[in-house]
């Protein structure tokens, strides 16, 4: 009888598939091809050192007698085993000293991973396997001699070739509206479940045993396997994550050896979650497995598990899928204010700077995780964090979605929550007392508006005077806004009117000093010169735009066309500013200077801790100034004279700084009050003054300090940079007023 039942047991394989490699694919069966005929079961019988686990290759881990596919399942009648797939004995047939034998015998067989994209293919073969995984779990459910160690490679081996595979790309895309899986496609489930879930099963019993030498059993249940089966997590079929987290919790429960292992190995697959994909399947898992583990954390905690909360937990809000582990988050989060009460700050804190702006979905959980959060925190933790947390809930309370603005005021139903309120009253009431007001006033959710009354009624039989206080400065905040929207309204209104009035008149318009510009200007806003525009195409005058001018000058009227009309207006300012504006004389027109060849350069001013450039002046380079212009746009050139064109020029202007000051406070009022000042150039290039003329891109020349000897070589590098100051190009200065500043100068001198 035993002849014939051993005689139908695997036979040792043919030399020329011994050393075959196999894999696994979608599309057929697939093994190792290293095998036995015999087996022996002895305690120590297999080497560490060369033992199968997860982290080796394919053709390495499944040890089998021979390689089966669709193609040779049935009609290679040489496979031995695999010429027809049927099963063995039952371990009840057999004696109890041949259970071991037969028990590794069938983990081989169920080696064998069948195709299940085709359901009528193998359906003989298929059940055979599921039979044979069946009688497997109860063997192990039932054993009662401790696991030896080739019996537990064998488990790992067979658990490996079964549950590690390439896990099919998801077929739809991820459809997250406001933290809200918006597809309600079922999950795609893996049609291999049938096998797959008889695996989980055993090797779930295999670690669960008491029969399991864990020291001995973690050479084989290594890091490399813990990292391949923490990819599975990534698994789109649920049922399949389930089992997976109760293997892994299991695991971590029996090795402690690999605990931290497993601990960092899924912290990074979080990190790649928060900052890099924002897709995983297996968070919420992840979460209730770390759930029962922060649970067990020992006290006081540890600084690694501070910052896992800082660095993981926390973070964990700001993806936008945040509901599909929302729950499981804030359980462990809650976990760590109840181990240590100091973390609710930093929780609070953390929470607050995540916090959704735009995503009200979100933010209705971020309210309930808070009140779970403030419901542990104890009165120290929460004076640290109240206001920036109530200035936060006050928005919440005026939020137009009502769910937001009910989900905040469902806090004051929290018995707790509402003692640490009304212990700082003083300080919270005064910060949530305008939202209050307004949900009261006009908020459109009729729910809001009764809970929003019971709130401020609750307020008033607290601290009636304090409530009354708050009640007053609002009044007066309101008031003080509604002026200002009043006055800002009746400005643009009399500016509208004043515009359609003189829009055809071709004549400036001015404002009276009693209207008021809803503006606050500390100093002189001059518009860039680059922005100007001219008046007269024969003659083109830049228009120089002020706000305000310092002094009256003499007014006159210039017939332009329509287009071309200039308002100034009267900005009232503060203390010290003058309250008329008037229109302001045109200055004279651009230089006309002559192409004589020789470059030239507009000179711009600036106050040294205001960057804003004045143009200045116009100088004319000589000889040495057109090499080094030419130079810039030659590699050799560029090198030969760096920084020299910038330091020679700045050389000239600081030979006769003097001049250039005086030039400078003639054309700008605002400078006089500097006394240091930067200067800097720009090249007027194809003679198009007006362009170089622009405040941008100004070169900012080197000061006085960094020249050194650079203002004894400057002899005929511009010629006479004073003449040039003082009578070539000043701009925008009349000639009113360079009289009357030369009258006020030589009456300064009498005097």
Not at 51 to 65: C, D, E, K, M, T
Not at 366 to 393: D, K, N, S, Y
Not at 659 to 681: H, N
Request: glycine share 4%; with cysteine.
């Amino acid at each position: 009888m035993f002849k014939q039942i051993f005689s139908k047991l695997p036979r040792k394989s043919s030399k020329g598939s011994e050393h075959g490699g196999s894999g696994r694919t979608h599309h057929g069966v697939t093994t190792s091809s290293k095998s036995s005929d015999s087996v022996s079961v002895t305690p120590g019988g297999t080497k560490p050192g060369n033992s199968s686990s997860a982290g080796q290759n394919h053709g390495n881990r499944v040890p089998l007698p021979n390689v089966v596919n669709e193609n040779n399942i049935h009609n290679n009648p040489n496979n031995g085993n695999f010429g027809s797939y049927e099963a063995l004995p039952a371990f009840r047939d057999v004696p109890s000293s041949e259970k071991p034998t037969l028990f590794i015998k069938k983990l081989r067989m169920c080696c064998v991973v069948f195709d299940f994209t085709d359901p009528a293919k193998h359906l003989k073969e298929k059940e055979i396997k599921r039979q044979t995984l069946v009688e497997l779990v109860d063997y192990v459910s039932n054993a009662n001699a401790k696991f030896v160690e080739n019996m537990m490679q064998e488990v790992v081996k067979m658990v490996s070739a079964n549950i590690f595979r390439t896990l099919s790309p998801q077929p739809r895309e991820n459809k997250i509206v406001d933290g809200v899986d918006m597809d309600e496609e079922e999950p795609s489930m893996d049609p291999a479940w049938p096998h797959l879930q008889i695996v989980y099963e055993l090797f779930l019993r295999f670690v669960a045993s008491p029969e399991l030498d864990a020291k001995l059993a973690k050479r084989y249940i290594d890091q490399s396997f813990i990292l391949r089966l923490l990819d599975l997590f990534d698994s789109e079929d649920p049922r399949e994550r389930e089992y997976l987290k109760m293997t892994l919790h299991r695991i971590y429960g029996k090795f402690m050896a690999h605990r931290p292992f497993i601990r960092k190995a899924i912290n990074n697959v979080f990190f790649n979650f928060i900052f890099e994909t924002e897709k995983h399947n297996g968070i919420a898992e992840f979460l209730e497995i770390l759930g029962s583990i922060i649970n067990g954390f020992a006290l006081p905690l540890k600084e690694e598990h501070k910052l896992f909360l800082v660095r993981i937990l926390i973070p964990l809000h700001k993806p936008k899928c945040l509901a599909m582990y929302h729950q499981q988050l804030s359980y462990c989060i809650t976990q760590f204010v109840e181990k240590d009460c100091k973390l609710a700050d930093t929780i609070i804190r953390g929470l607050l700077k995540y916090w959704p702006i735009t995503n009200s979905p979100k933010e209705v959980m971020f309210l309930g995780e808070l009140e779970e959060v403030l419901e542990a925190t104890q009165p120290p933790e929460f004076q640290r964090c109240m206001v920036p947390l109530f200035r936060r809930i006050a928005r919440c309370l005026n939020s137009p979605h009502f769910q937001v603005a009910e989900r905040a005021l469902f806090l004051w139903n929290n018995d707790h929550i509402m003692s640490l309120i009304k212990q700082n009253r003083k300080v919270i009431l005064p910060i949530i007392f305008p939202a209050l007001e307004r949900n009261a006033r006009s908020h459109w959710n009729q729910a809001v508006h009764g809970l929003t009354l019971n709130v401020r009624k609750v307020f008033n039989d607290v601290d009636p005077d304090l409530s009354k206080e708050c009640l007053q400065k609002f009044e007066e905040d309101e008031s003080k806004k509604s002026e200002v929207i009043a006055g800002r309204e009746a400005t643009w209104k009399r500016l509208e009117e004043l515009a359609a009035k003189k829009a055809a008149s071709g004549e400036a318009v001015l404002i009276e000093s009693s209207m008021e510009v809803g503006m606050s200007l500390n100093a002189l806003v001059r518009l860039p010169l680059s922005n100007s525009r001219f008046h007269d195409d024969a003659a083109p005058m830049i228009i120089r735009h002020s706000l305000f001018s310092s002094r009256k000058q003499q007014q006159q009227s210039y017939k332009v066309p329509q287009r071309h009309q200039v308002f100034v207006v009267e900005a009232k300012g503060k203390k010290g500013m003058m309250s008329r504006q008037f229109q302001r004389n045109a200055p004279p027109p651009l230089p006309k200077i002559e192409d004589d060849g020789n470059p030239k350069f507009v000179i711009f001013i600036r106050m040294a801790n205001v960057y804003l450039w004045y143009p200045l002046s116009i100088v004319s380079g000589g000889t040495t100034a057109k090499i080094m212009v030419a130079a810039k746009d030659n590699f050799l050139g560029k090198y030969i004279y760096k920084d020299t064109l910038d330091r020679n020029l700045a050389a000239v202007i600081y030979r006769d700084e003097k001049e250039v000051q005086k030039s400078a406070f003639k054309q700008y009022r605002v400078l006089r009050t500097a006394t240091d000042f930067r200067y800097g150039y720009k090249l007027v290039e194809n003679g198009n003054i007006r362009a170089a003329l622009s405040t941008t891109d100004v070169i900012e020349l080197p000061t006085q300090d960094k020249l050194k000897t650079v203002l004894d070589k400057v002899k005929d590098f511009f010629g006479d940079a004073k003449e040039s100051f003082g009578k070539i190009t000043s701009l925008g200065t009349t000639e009113t007023e360079e009289s009357e500043e030369d009258t006020k100068e030589k009456a300064k001198v009498k005097g």
